[in-house]
């Protein structure tokens, strides 16, 4: 059994070569990177879970701004109408909070919901581009749904941050 030394940036394993599976057709990738965390840009960036949870509660009763619902729109690259469904706030409702400045507990609760799962999106996948696709993407675990049309609702939320949670731990779905 004769040894082989792979080497890759600055790590060195040692390879019995009739361990290997041999596949020409196949290239492989080792990364060995260890992914640095990504700084927020968007209007998830506020959310962050290290901000004192008081604060955001008395923000989420009082309403948020509804600048929130533009930058989500522009962050997501969708419309508003999209953002409404996505949400399940009727979009005549979400239009006219917009004129008023402010929106209302229940809708800035859903506001946020997407705005945090964004940011764990762009957070698990890399970039806020990679991030959107993947959430506008239909997902085989969802059956077939994307990661925005789960987002109506808490419990479906909460399957898509499981199902960004294997991803990021490498858990095979």
């Known amino acids: 059994m004769s040894q082989a030394k792979i080497k890759k940036a600055l790590y060195t394993w040692q390879v019995n070569e009739t361990d290997c599976v041999e596949e020409p057709a196949v290239a492989y990738e080792v990364c060995l990177e260890v992914p640095k965390s990504v700084p927020c840009e968007g209007s998830y960036a506020s959310w962050s879970p290290h901000i004192d949870v008081m604060d955001r509660v008395a923000d989420l009763k009082k309403g948020l701004s509804a600048e929130l619902v533009d930058e989500l729109c522009m962050d997501l690259v969708i419309t508003r109408q999209e953002l409404a469904r996505y949400t399940g706030v009727p979009e005549r409702s979400l239009n006219r909070k917009v004129k008023e400045g402010r929106l209302s507990c229940g809708q800035s609760e859903r506001m946020v919901r997407l705005s945090r799962l964004l940011g764990k999106t762009v957070q698990v996948l890399g970039t806020q581009e990679s991030a959107v696709q993947w959430l506008?993407?239909?997902?085989?675990?969802?059956r077939g749904?994307?990661?925005?049309?789960?987002?109506?609702?808490?419990l479906g939320t909460e399957e898509v941050v499981n199902l960004l949670g294997r991803i990021e731990h490498g858990v095979f779905t």
């Open 136 to 142: 506008k993407a239909p997902r085989s675990h969802l």
């Open 145 to 154: 749904q994307t990661p925005l049309e789960m987002v109506e609702t808490e």
